[in-house]
């Protein structure tokens, strides 16, 4: 059996987590292709909560194997202290259900510093990255300068590795008057996680591709989102990393004929978190209405660092782009539910810049910045959907809202998301 590749169409924070979750069922692999713990994968089994960040959803499935690929950036001791929570939560964590590539890039101290470096060092015109060190790992990775996962399978070599690599960037940070990095307290704290992750250590590109032909299903689970992508969102207002459906190929080592499925997630509406441009976002009642208080998990406060999202209309032009960048063979429509209750619904079909209409995504910042979405508005619905299992008994409105959102983006929308536990996902018969 092939693949199916699993991607954000917005940015990020779609629900990718529960829909993995729903498609893990049938898979025998689950695999994580880019991106690192910036991520945050909420799912919801039985009024559990998990919280996830680098190990795939796959994870809560007794049969799935999940793999942390090469496409990844892996803080080795937040991993160490996830598989530690979830075996807390009695999901066991073993070689047997996980593997983390060899050609994965170690993401240490001396990232996480320069993150921090970087952003304060922007100002006003800082990204407003999760701190995570995720783009100083990649730039170390492209600069070919990268520490590997499959380094920390010769304690001592990595060690010296690890250790040079903290003390040179400690040197840099303290030049540019930041605070110095303790190496050999870090190099040691690594030292005790490489020990433990050690069983972990697999070429998983060679895994991947054995299973494949064997005729396994594998899912490629995709982090954060299209308009994130390095190379196709909203430069540089984006990750590191290639969240969109080639990088899954290059993330993982594997084919693009292995791969028959690409679904999309779509959030009912859009939200972003960090800076850049949003053209549908609002304020005021709407938006405080689409982000929820805080209360609840599914309000829109960020899993990984508790930001406040960005809240606005559903953005068609952005699912009509991440349709045609991935090629979306299907969308995943999630939190229809949160629209109950608003009288009438805007979808952005197009942007006007200046004099110039724009049917897609613009491809520059400056254009972007001054988009205008042209909206068309649709009537909305009162009824709570949280309780409805059936498609024939969504109301007619919300139907109609889901069709109009397909019909836009040329793609099929069969299955929506009416609440956060596993079981509230509503399927076209
Ligand atoms: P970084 O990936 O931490 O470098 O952050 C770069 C941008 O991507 C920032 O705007 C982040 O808020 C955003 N970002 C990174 N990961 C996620 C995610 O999982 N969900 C939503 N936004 C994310």
């Known amino acids: 059996m092939p693949a199916s590749i699993l991607i954000g169409a917005q940015w990020g924070d779609e629900g990718k987590g529960r829909v993995a979750d729903w498609l893990a069922a049938d898979a025998d692999v689950v695999a994580r292709y880019a991106g690192g713990d910036n991520a945050g994968h909420t799912v919801v089994v039985q009024d559990k909560v998990y919280k996830l960040h680098l190990i795939p959803s796959g994870i809560l499935h007794d049969h799935v194997m999940c793999v942390l690929g090469n496409g990844m950036v892996i803080n080795p001791v937040n991993l160490v202290r996830e598989i530690k929570g979830l075996e807390a939560e009695g999901v066991s964590v073993t070689p047997e259900n996980l593997l983390i590539s060899t050609r994965a890039h170690i993401i240490s101290p001396a990232h996480t510093a320069l993150d921090a470096a970087s952003e304060a060092q922007r100002g006003a015109d800082k990204i407003g990255t999760t701190l995570r060190g995720i783009g100083p790992a990649y730039m170390d990775k492209t600069g070919r300068s990268g520490l590997r996962i499959g380094q920390m399978q010769d304690i001592e070599l990595f060690a010296e590795a690890l250790h040079l690599q903290l003390r040179t960037t400690s040197d840099r940070l303290v030049k540019q008057g930041f605070a110095a990095l303790n190496a050999d307290d870090e190099v040691a704290i690594y030292i005790e996680a490489a020990n433990f992750l050690r069983p972990f250590i697999a070429d998983t590109s060679d895994y991947l591709n054995k299973r494949l032909k064997a005729g396994a299903r594998v899912l490629c689970e995709g982090a954060q989102g299209t308009l994130l992508d390095v190379d196709h969102g909203d430069y540089p207002f984006v990750t590191s990393s290639s969240p969109t459906s080639g990088g899954a190929l290059t993330g993982l080592g594997i084919g693009p004929l292995s791969v028959d499925e690409v679904v999309g997630v779509a959030k009912a509406f859009s939200t972003r978190v960090g800076s850049g441009p949003m053209p549908t976002e609002l304020d005021g009642d709407i938006a405080t209405r689409l982000r ?79 988009a205008q979405p042209i909206y068309e508005s649709l009537p909305g619905w009162q009824e709570d959907l949280s309780g409805i299992r059936q498609w024939s008994a969504l109301p007619e409105a919300a139907r109609a809202y889901i069709d109009r959102v397909a019909a836009l983006c040329d793609t099929p929308i069969r299955t929506v998301s009416v609440g956060p536990e596993r079981d509230q996902l509503v399927h076209r018969n």
């Open 292 to 370: 929820g208080t805080g209360e609840n998990f599914w309000d829109e406060f960020g899993t990984t660092t508790g930001r406040p999202r960005r809240c606005g209309w559903l953005d068609a032009v952005v699912l009509r782009y991440a349709a045609a960048v991935n090629g979306f063979t299907e969308m995943v429509l999630t939190k229809l539910d949160i629209l109950s209750g608003i009288d009438t619904l805007q979808i952005a079909t197009a942007y006007q810049v200046g004099d110039r209409r724009y049917e897609t995504n613009p491809s520059t910042m400056a254009e972007q910045e001054r």
